[in-house]
């Protein structure tokens, strides 16, 4: 990635996560999402009741991308998502997110993260 493809990652956008259901249909729905590139992840806090959640446990590392647009400007990052309940990855997702956007609701037990590992990006930035 070049510096203006990363400096659109750092800027404040909400984006749309599009899963693919197992029948074919995409689940496209608005999200907050985080950028790490050190390890080339994607993560969305979510809460276990959601049905991208619900759609990423009963089908872990379905295809996904997520698409910001800003004017001319766009980017997707597309990959291969899970979600997990784990304590320490989800504190990760949430301060991440809080450092982009605003510090979310507390889910307790209900937070989820949804991860996607980026395997392609094409955009214009």
């Known amino acids: ?5 990363r400096e659109f ?3 404040r956008h909400l984006a749309a996560l599009t899963l693919v259901e197992p029948d074919g249909r995409p689940h496209v729905t608005p999200v907050g999402f985080t950028w ?3 390890a ?6 979510t809460w276990s009741g959601s049905h991208k959640a619900r759609l ?3 089908n872990p590392g379905l295809a996904a991308a997520v698409c910001q647009v800003d004017g001319a400007r766009w980017l997707t ?7 997990t309940a784990d304590t320490d990855r989800c504190a990760t997702g949430v301060a991440m997110y ?7 609701t507390d889910r307790g037990t209900d937070r989820r ?12 930035a």
């Open 9 to 11: 990652l750092r800027d």
């Open 113 to 124: 993260v949804i991860e996607i590992t980026i395997s392609r990006w094409m955009g214009r």
């Open 56 to 58: 990423l446990a009963r």
């Open 98 to 104: 809080a450092r982009r956007y605003s510090p979310p």
């Open 36 to 38: 790490d590139p050190e």
């Open 77 to 83: 990052l597309e990959g291969r998502a899970v979600v």
């Open 1 to 5: 990635m070049d510096d203006p493809v």
């Open 40 to 45: 080339e992840l994607v993560r969305i806090i």
